[in-house]
């Protein structure tokens, strides 16, 4: 029986990620959850599962639900996560809150040797560094959940990571893969929203409509696999059925192939090295399926996959910068306040204003990030 806390249960991942331990009640317990605004799905996840502990991002609903459930420990806001990631019972934490609000609860599981299962990818884009030598201080485990670096993470078992080539990342192109940059200029919201492959959270479906998603994912990928950005290529797949691969030096290529189904990499993370059978998953018909497509990424129309390529390479708080001014943007694009294409303008001018720190220590991390959500709130206004 595997302990799991989960961070941001609530949300397209976490709901997934709960559908995993309600099929599997003899291998999972659910010991702790977070949640954000939503307080009647937290009731049920409470009246399912039974936590031990559970965090609201407000203290008036974490009041709320402390009155209903007086056996269970509620906290709330940034102690709040603190207390889900770090819980004494948690062995593994799954963390799938969306944005760098997940970076210091991140690092606060690392140091009480939490395995940690990664869906929250602007955790390693603000902070790679960090994490990742957190991670191998206190020899704890980081498991990736989003599907391209899972799928490179099983394409690189049994492998000698000395014999990799490059890896590479596939993407489905978002909501817009067929538009020309012209196109997009005056495109709604709901249109954004309305990704060909894949149903997530809202955040992440606009950074898959701009790219910056594909971006955040070289950026993750660097840090989790501990590979230059020239080893790192990205290939347009409209299927989404490879979910990406590794070529070697000896030109072979190994893919990892399935129906796009978050639920795969996530109970990958929580059995690993271990799979269990996914009864309710669609099988993949690569008959039916019968063709494949490839093409090159075209970076001119996707600037945001550009900036996050400039902004891996330059290193330091830049892609601090690249996150948290993207995160503001596409936010306000969510609200109707500004245009899509002003999200890629957003983003640029708070890289080109940055002044860059090259080794920043989490305190410098979270200042940058801090004051580049200031800096773009304030050209918003
Ligand atoms: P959602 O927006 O669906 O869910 C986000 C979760 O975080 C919700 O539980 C939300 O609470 C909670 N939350 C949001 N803000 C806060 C906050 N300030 N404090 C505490 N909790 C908060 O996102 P997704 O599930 O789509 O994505 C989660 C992460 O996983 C992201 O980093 C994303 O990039 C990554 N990812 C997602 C994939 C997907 O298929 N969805 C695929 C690969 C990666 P509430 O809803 O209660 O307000
Ligand atoms: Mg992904």
């Known amino acids: 029986m595997k302990k ?5 249960a609530t949300g397209s991942i976490g709901i997934q990620t709960l559908d995993i331990l309600r099929s599997n009640p003899e291998s999972f317990n659910l010991v702790a959850f977070s949640a954000g605004r939503n307080i009647g799905l937290a009731r049920k996840i409470i009246e399912e599962f039974k936590p031990a502990f559970v965090s609201m991002q407000e203290k008036e609903d974490a009041e709320k639900l402390r009155s209903e459930y007086p056996g269970i420990t509620f906290s709330y806001g940034e102690e709040g996560l603190s207390g889900t990631a770090t819980h004494e019972q948690a ?10 609000v997940g970076l210091k609860p ?3 599981a690392i140091k009480c040797g939490k395995t940690i299962a990664l869906a929250n990818k602007e955790t390693l884009v603000t902070a790679g560094h960090l994490v990742m030598s957190a991670a191998k201080m206190k020899g704890v485990s980081l498991l990736p959940v989003d599907s391209e670096h ?3 993470f099983q394409c690189l078992q049994g492998e000698n990571d000395k014999n990799i080539e490059r890896l590479i990342i596939t993407a489905s192109g978002g909501s817009f893969r067929d538009r020309t940059r012209e196109e997009l200029a005056d495109v709604a919201v709901e249109d954004a929203l309305n990704h060909p492959n894949w149903s997530m ?4 479906t606009i950074d898959s409509a701009t790219m910056m998603n594909k971006g955040l994912e070289v950026i993750e990928a660097h840090w989790l696999f501990s590979l230059p950005y020239e080893k790192i290529s990205v290939l347009l797949h409209r299927e989404s059925i490879i979910h990406s691969m590794v070529e070697f030096h000896d030109s072979s290529i190994i893919a990892q192939l399935g129906s796009p189904d978050m639920r795969v990499p996530i109970q990958y993370a929580l059995t690993y090295p271990d799979r269990m059978p996914l009864e309710s998953a669609k099988r993949l018909n690569l008959a039916e399926a019968g063709k494949l497509h ?13 900036l996050a390529y400039e902004a891996g390479r330059e290193g330091g708080s830049a892609p601090t910068v690249l996150n948290a001014a993207n995160e503001i943007a596409v936010a306000a694009f969510l609200d109707g306040r500004i245009r899509f294409l002003e999200i890629d303008d957003l983003v ?8 860059l720190i090259k080794e920043p220590d989490l305190e410098a991390i979270l200042e940058t ?3 580049t959500r200031q800096y773009v709130q304030s050209l918003l206004a």
């Open 4 to 8: 799991i806390s989960l961070m941001g």
């Open 91 to 100: 062995e593994i934490v799954l963390n799938a809150v969306v944005g760098s």
């Open 106 to 108: 991140t690092l606060e």
């Open 150 to 152: 899972s799928a490179i």
């Open 201 to 204: 959270g809202a955040k992440i």
């Open 294 to 306: 490839f093409q090159e990424m075209d970076f001119e129309r996707f600037r945001c996959l550009q």
């Open 348 to 355: 640029e001018r708070a890289l080109e204003t940055h002044s």
């Open 369 to 371: 990030d801090k004051r």
